[in-house]
């Protein structure tokens, strides 16, 4: 961490796009103090947070104040905040009251409908606030719509044999079991599927399985409890020709997966009808299917990759996404 920061960073590490995004902002000639948006990250505390937070307001408050307490004084100029989960609104004010000369700017890469209910208080709290979700960002015009992104690496896989024709990475969450399996059996059969479910803890298969009891007599190996880095990722992707993407019912935002597909080159298979209305999108490229029964034709498997325009690619760049969260 710099001795003086100019920018507050709060952002989970999710598979780390957090500290992707503070590499890049240092390329640019910040001095960046990244914290984690919550006190803790560990199954059960995440699960508490999302769901009875004031079990753990007490713990959340003074691990915020605690930053507080180490950043006063700092030059900070910036205070950019990445969905905000352990924040409240007092968190917020707290922070404004300690920087009172820094901008503040939020980033929802969540949805309203999967995020605390006070998200929406927390965002009429700072002074710019962006959204990956169009449909949230339609229905309150607070929030400035902006797609998320791709990182630089994503973009420059290494040319290896594509033996892998279809391919899912994720966390394990929702429908996204029984979905992969309606899509294995809408593909032929010489095609090969393959697939890494992740889970953060191995207790959760217990409870997806009582859910889904398909997954006893599933592959094992399609399951994984440790999260895969992202140079395994990246040789999975390059060794790819079509990447799966399966959103969370209640988002239409891009994910991440859909972007990196992009970034990367690889054509897309995905759940969500929302792609169709991007810039990127190309049928050639893009193949979107109905979660419950999908329908998968041999052409669109076997036509080639039509690139995308440079300026499109730059705008979905990590580099893209900062010019407009940072302008």
Not at 93 to 120: C, V
Not at 215 to 240: Q, V
Not at 251 to 276: D, F, H, P
Not at 295 to 302: K, N, P, R, T, V
């Amino acid at each position: 961490m710099p001795d003086s920061p100019d920018l507050l960073l709060f952002c989970g590490g999710f598979f780390g796009y957090a500290s992707e995004i503070r590499h890049a902002l240092e390329a640019r000639g910040r001095r960046v103090a990244l914290f984690d948006d919550r006190p803790a990250t560990d199954s059960l505390s995440k699960a508490t947070l999302r769901l009875a937070p004031s079990l753990v307001r007490a713990q959340t408050e003074r691990y915020f104040d605690g930053i507080i307490a180490r950043m006063r004084g700092k030059p900070i100029r910036d205070v950019l905040v990445v969905k905000a989960e352990g924040f409240s609104p007092d968190t917020v004010r707290r922070l404004r009251t300690a920087f009172p000369h820094a901008r503040f700017t939020l980033y929802f890469w969540d949805s309203y409908g999967n995020m605390p209910a006070d998200s929406r208080a927390k965002a009429a709290l700072f002074d710019r606030v962006l959204s990956f979700d169009p449909r949230d960002a339609g229905q309150d015009e607070t929030l400035i719509y902006r797609p998320l992104f791709f990182v630089d690496r994503f973009a420059q896989l290494p040319g290896v044999v594509q033996d892998i024709d279809v391919l899912f990475f994720g966390t394990m969450h929702g429908d996204r079991f029984p979905v992969l399996q309606r899509i294995a059996r809408a593909l032929p059969p010489s095609v090969r599927f393959e697939k890494f479910l992740y889970f953060p803890a191995k207790w959760l298969f217990a409870i997806h399985a009582a859910r889904y009891p398909a997954m006893l007599r599933a592959d094992r190996g399609d399951f994984i409890y440790t999260p895969k880095s992202r140079a395994e990722l990246l040789e999975l992707l390059a060794r790819s020709r079509i990447v799966v993407d399966i959103e969370r019912p209640v988002q239409c935002g891009y994910t991440m997966r859909t972007l990196e597909a992009l970034g990367s080159g690889r054509k897309l298979i995905t759940t969500n009808a929302e792609v169709a209305n991007a810039d990127f999108y190309n049928p050639d490229n893009i193949l979107v299917i109905d979660r419950a029964a999908p329908q998968i034709a041999a052409s669109y498997l076997e036509a080639p990759y039509q690139p995308v325009a440079a300026d499109i690619l730059y705008r979905y760049s990590l580099s893209g996404w900062l010019d407009d969260v940072l302008p």
